[in-house]
Nanobody, 114 residues
Framework: QVQLVESGGGLVQAGGSLRLSCVAS???????TAWYRQAPGKQRELVAS???????YIADSVKGRFTISRDNAHKTVHLQMNSLKPEDTARYYC?????????WGPGTQVTVSS
């Protein structure tokens, strides 16, 4: 089971951009990868996913603004976030899994000011 560390969060004005990165401690070649977010008082929700060898998924709420990518050689998954809105404010979590293993990072905070 890999250990995950996210980075790239911060405070940004509405309309700005951030690029989140998630680095794994081991190979991610066979792993399905995803980004989730959780705002205060709300449930954790799937933002984007990129299965191993599969088709990326982007949630409707961020479609056209967020892009997920992965670099297996560098054991990294990215979430490029453009045209950020205040409602994107949340803690963003990286997830990588291959049954029966399921790894989560500690998260990185994204705050979008209006």
């Amino acid at each position: 089971q890999v250990q995950l560390v996210e980075s790239g969060g911060g405070l940004v004005q509405a309309g700005g951009s951030l690029r989140l990165s998630c680095v794994a401690s081991g190979s991610i070649f066979r792993l399905d990868t995803a980004w989730y977010r959780q705002a205060p008082g709300k449930q954790r929700e799937l933002v984007a996913s990129m299965p191993s060898g599969g088709i990326p998924y982007i949630a409707d709420s961020v479609k056209g603004r967020f892009t997920i990518s992965r670099d297996n050689a560098h054991k990294t998954v990215h979430l490029q976030m453009n045209s950020l809105k205040p409602e994107d404010t949340a803690r963003y979590y990286c997830n990588m899994h291959e049954w029966p293993y399921d790894s989560w990072g500690p998260g990185t905070q994204v705050t979008v000011s209006s």
